[in-house]
Each structure stands twice: as C-alpha cells, then as structure tokens.
C-alpha cells in the first residue's frame, strides 16, 4: 500500500505560482508512475502531468505544457507540480496518483493510489 499526502495548494492571482508536493509513505515510489490529475466543479477528473520511474520522463496536457512541471525526489518520496503563470481555469483540487507500472497513463483508472487532494484557486 502507498499512502498520498498533497500539500501547496491555496488562492493565488492569475500570474502567480505555486508548487504544489505529493508526500509517499507506505512504500518506495522509486519504481512507481506518478502523476497529478484535477478536478473542478461539475467536471471529470483530468490529466495534468506524469513521471515516469526509469527515465524520469514527463507527460503534460496540452493546456499546461510550459506552465507546469512535475519532477520527483525518490530519495524524499516526494513528487512535485511547479505550476507558473497561473490562470483561473487551473481552479480545481489538485490531485497525486501513483501506479506501480512502468507504462504511463493519462487515465484516472490507470492509477491504483491516490491522495485527498488539495485546493488550488486562481483568481482573475
């Protein structure tokens, strides 16, 4: 079992910056997928980012690809989400999964773990 803790989130202006953590305990996420997925109101879970665990390769949607960065500190058993130049549509709970398969996924089923999530608002 792998328990997620997120943390980072909050009410920023459009513009601003956050960095949003993902906390693994349980297990090593060393050989683990890891992704951010969101949710906003009256809307389905999306896809924001993954990493996969061999080549530390990332994986972004379109709509925050040069905003957003996601990276991993296996040492830690932490995964960031550095989100820059922040919009009002980015407004959602903001949530970390992890997978213990090598190919990455962008769906919501292809994640096994899966944290509480943490608020982001953006303000226009």
């Known amino acids: 079992q792998v328990q997620l803790v997120e943390s980072g989130g909050g009410l920023v202006q459009a513009g601003s910056s956050l960095r949003l953590s993902c906390a693994a305990s349980?297990?090593?996420?060393?050989?683990?997928?890891m992704g951010w997925f969101r949710q906003a109101p009256g809307k389905e879970r999306e896809f924001v980012a993954a990493?996969?665990?061999?080549?530390?390769?990332?994986y972004y949607t379109d709509s925050v690809k040069g905003r957003f960065t996601i990276a991993r500190d296996n040492a830690k058993g932490t995964v960031y989400l550095q989100m820059d130049s922040l919009k009002p549509e980015d407004t959602a709970v903001y949530f970390c999964?992890?997978?213990?398969?090598?190919?990455?996924?962008?769906?919501?089923?292809?994640?096994?773990?899966w944290g509480q999530g943490t608020q982001v608002t953006v303000s226009s």
């Open positions: 999964a992890a997978d213990p398969r090598a190919v990455v996924g962008e769906s919501p089923g292809h994640y096994d773990y």
């Open positions: 349980g297990r090593t996420i060393s050989t683990y997928t």
């Open positions: 990493i996969s665990w061999s080549e530390g390769k990332t």
